[in-house]
C-alpha cells in the first residue's frame, strides 16, 4: 500500500458511526438525514430511473438536462446567465467534483500550495495530497467579547484573519479553498469578509474552490453570496455545489461545478478520468427534481424547517447550560464542552484517546449520554487542532424525535 493509505487513521465518520451503533446512541454525528426526501425527490427518481434513454453512459461533462437546471440555477447567484454547454459541469458527488479541480490544477510533486481555511471539511487536505499539491493552513480564530467556555457566541465571531490569511501566501500559491457556509461552524462569510479574501485572491492571482454545498441553508439575517458574484470573480473561482444537501439525498453522489469554460473545461478532462461519467438516472432525477422544487416553492420551505431543527438543538442545550457557537448556516452546532468532566472511570480506547480530547469527548457523548457526534479537530492540521480541543459537532439535519431523545439523554451532563 502507499504510505498515505498504510499509515491512514480511521475516518471520523466510520469511528464514530460504529461507535453510535454498538452503543445505540441517537445519531447526531454525520451529517445525513434522519428523514425521508420529499416526495417531489422520490416521485422524479422513479420516473428517471423508469426512462429506457437514462441506461446508458451520460456525457462526461453531464446530461444537458441537468446543466440546463444548473445553469438556470446557479445563475442569480453570481448575478450573470450562464452557459450550460461550457459553464456547468456534473460530478459524483460534491468531493469528487472538488476532487477533480484539485487534480486540474495542481501540478504533480508538491510546488503548487493550495490555502485551507480550518476548522476544513476533512477530504480537502487529502484531496490536495493526492492531487500532488502542498495544503497551507489558515485557522478561522474567536473574536469575541464573551467566554465561548462559559457564554454563547455567534458563528460569525469565527474570524479569519486577513492579515494572517495573506501571511501564508507565497510564489507558489495557487489555490484557495472557501467555505460558505461553513462546516462545522454554521459561518456564513459576510459580504465585507469576501470582498476581503476576494481582494487578497486577484492581487495574488488565485484560484478560488468555492465550496457552497449548504447554499440554501442560512439563518437570520445571514444570507448565503457566493464569491464569484463579486467584481473580477467569476474568472477566477469554480463552484461547488450537492444535490445530497439540496434535495436531502446524500446517497445520491450527485454534485457540480460552476465557472467560467476556462476552469471548467479542466475539470471535465479531469472528470473523466476520474469516474468518467456521473449515474445517469439520477442526474435525471436531479433535473426534474429541480423543477419540481421551483414549482413547490421547496428551497424556502426547506431553509424554515431547519431553521426550526436548529432552534429545537440549541434549545436542548440550553436545558444543560452548555454554550455553543450559533450556526447561522449549514446544519451543525458546535459546542463548547469544556465543562463536561468524564468521569475517571470511564474507559476510553487508546485508538480514541490517541487522537486528542475532542475525540474522547466525542467518544464519552456517544457511549456514556447516547449521543453521537464529531470531533472538529478532525477539521484541524496539527498546528491548530489546539484551538478546537473543547469542541463537539452535533448535526441538526435530523427528526423531532431525535432532537426529544437529544434532549432527554443530555440531562445526564447536568
Ligand atoms: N459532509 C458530511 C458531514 O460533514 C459528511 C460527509 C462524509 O461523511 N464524508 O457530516
Keep these: 500500500p502507499s504510505k498515505m493509505y498504510s499509515k491512514a487513521k480511521l475516518d471520523v465518520w466510520t469511528m464514530f458511526n460504529r461507535a453510535a451503533a454498538q452503543a445505540n446512541a441517537v445519531n447526531l ?91 476544513a471539511f476533512d477530504q480537502y487536505k487529502p484531496n490536495i495530497i493526492m492531487a500532488g499539491g502542498t495544503p497551507v493552513f489558515v485557522p478561522l480564530r474567536v473574536q469575541s467579547d464573551k467566554d465561548p467556555t462559559r457564554e454563547i457566541i455567534s458563528s460569525n465571531e469565527w474570524k479569519l484573519d486577513m492579515a494572517e490569511l495573506e501571511s501564508k501566501i507565497t510564489s507558489r500559491t495557487k489555490i484557495l479553498i472557501l467555505n460558505t457556509p461553513q462546516n462545522p461552524t454554521g459561518k456564513v462569510f459576510d459580504l465585507q469578509e469576501l470582498e476581503q479574501v476576494a481582494a487578497i485572491a486577484k492581487k495574488h492571482n488565485l484560484l478560488v474552490i ?31 455545489g450537492s444535490v445530497g444537501k439540496l434535495l436531502g439525498v446524500t446517497g445520491w453522489r450527485v454534485g457540480w461545478l460552476v465557472g467560467p469554460q476556462h476552469l471548467i473545461t479542466p475539470c471535465v478532462a479531469a472528470h473523466t478520468r476520474t469516474t468518467f461519467v456521473t449515474c445517469t438516472p439520477i442526474q435525471d432525477a436531479t433535473a426534474l427534481a429541480f423543477k419540481k ?58 485508538y480514541v484517546s490517541e487522537r486528542g480530547h475532542s475525540f474522547e469527548l466525542c467518544y464519552f457523548f456517544t457511549v456514556k449520554i447516547g449521543i453521537s457526534c464529531i470531533p472538529p479537530t478532525e477539521f484541524y492540521s496539527n498546528e491548530n487542532l489546539h484551538l478546537a480541543e473543547n469542541y463537539v459537532r452535533f448535526a441538526f439535519c435530523k427528526t423531532d424525535d431525535v432532537f426529544e431523545e437529544t434532549a432527554r439523554r443530555l440531562q445526564a451532563i447536568k
Design 29 to 119: 454525528g454525520q451529517g445525513f438525514m434522519s428523514f425521508p426526501p420529499d416526495k417531489l425527490v422520490i416521485d422524479s427518481a422513479i420516473e428517471a430511473v423508469s426512462d429506457e434513454t437514462a441506461a446508458q453512459y451520460a456525457p462526461p461533462q453531464g446530461r444537458p438536462q441537468l446543466l440546463e437546471q444548473l445553469a438556470e440555477h446557479y445563475g442569480p447567484l453570481v448575478g450573470r446567465k450562464l452557459d450550460s454547454k461550457t459553464q456547468v459541469m456534473v460530478s459524483s458527488g460534491a468531493n469528487e467534483g472538488i476532487f477533480c479541480a484539485l487534480l486540474a490544477f495542481l501540478e504533480l510533486g508538491g510546488t503548487d500550495e493550495a490555502i485551507v481555511i480550518e476548522p
Design 210 to 240: 468555492s465550496d457552497e454545498v449548504y447554499e440554501n441553508l442560512y439563518y437570520d439575517d445571514n444570507k448565503h453570496i457566493s464569491i464569484a458574484s463579486l467584481p473580477g470573480m467569476f474568472e477566477r473561482t469554480v463552484i461547488c
Design 293 to 350: 422544487a421551483y414549482a413547490n416553492d421547496y428551497f424556502n420551505i426547506q431553509r424554515s424547517e431547519y431553521l426550526a431543527r436548529r432552534q429545537k438543538l440549541m434549545a436542548a442545550f440550553d436545558s444543560v447550560q452548555l454554550p455553543y457557537s450559533v450556526p447561522h448556516g449549514s446544519y451543525f452546532l458546535l459546542v463548547n464542552a469544556a465543562r463536561v468532566r468524564i468521569p475517571d472511570d470511564f474507559v476510553i480506547p487508546d
